[in-house]
């Protein structure tokens, strides 16, 4: 099975400032991997599949990059409703594994 | 509107039974390999089981393998997980999820909590 590992478990910004959250893979995925955001009480929300494709009406200050086994989530002019847990996942073959998570929070 | 709406979520006995539930109007559901991920109180996502457009491959997570069973009724754009043996372990919210082309989980329903507690 395919572990994910993301880091750093949780981060504080600032308004306006760029945050770079890492998820890095056991094996190679190529660009099978995409982000998604989640709010207290809420569902995930799809942001970025294939590594780097942004879903439909998301912000464009969410930007995915890596292929292979390191990939990263960069959000950029961080703004207060940032503030959520992120989540990597691979979507190729099954089991389906999701990342342990990053929370980030707003100062 | 293309969504997914859960039910069946309950507060049942360990070793006991529950069947969730997945309706997905609004979309053409039989085309769509349907999945159910949980998460428990206070910790991350967990993918469960996905099953294809038309039955014919199913798959586990290693944590439900022997205990869940996916399946779905096409007619009825519906999605079903029936849960056996249940453990506290368990515990957890229960959402249905929908792949877009690249695999990514592009719909999800609002979840249905499962509680396993004597």
């Known amino acids: 099975d395919i572990q994910l590992t993301q880091s750093p478990s949780s981060v504080s910004a600032s308004v306006g400032d760029r945050v770079t959250i890492t998820c890095r893979t056991s094996?190679?995925?190529?660009?099978?991997l995409a982000w998604y955001q989640q709010k207290p009480g809420q569902a995930p929300k799809l942001l970025i599949y294939?590594?780097?494709s942004l879903q439909g009406g998301v912000s464009s200050r969410f930007s995915g990059s890596g292929s292979g086994t390191d990939f990263t989530l960069s959000i950029s002019s961080l703004q207060p409703e940032d503030s959520a847990t992120y989540f990597c996942?691979?979507?190729?073959?099954?089991?389906?594994?999701f990342g342990g998570g990053t929370r980030l929070d707003i100062k | 509107e293309v969504k997914l709406v859960e039910s069946g979520g309950a507060l049942v006995k360990p070793g006991g039974s529950l069947r969730l539930s997945c309706a997905g109007p609004?979309?053409?559901?039989?085309?769509?390999?349907m999945n159910w991920v949980r998460q428990a109180p206070g910790k991350g996502l967990e993918w469960v089981s996905s099953?294809?457009?038309?039955?014919?491959?199913?798959y586990y997570a290693d944590s439900v393998k022997g205990r869940f069973t996916v399946s779905r009724d096409n007619a009825n754009n519906s999605l079903f997980l029936q849960m056996n043996n249940l453990r506290a372990e368990d515990t957890a919210v229960y959402y249905c999820?929908?792949?877009?082309?690249?695999?990514?989980?592009?719909?999800w329903g609002q979840g249905t909590v499962v509680t396993v507690s004597s």
């Open positions: 294939a590594a780097s």
């Open positions: 999820a929908r792949p877009q082309g690249w695999g990514a989980f592009d719909i």
């Open positions: 996942q691979h979507t190729n073959t099954s089991p389906l594994t």
């Open positions: 099953i294809s457009g038309i039955s014919t491959y199913t």
């Open positions: 609004g979309f053409s559901f039989s085309t769509y390999t």
């Open positions: 094996q190679d995925i190529g660009r099978w």
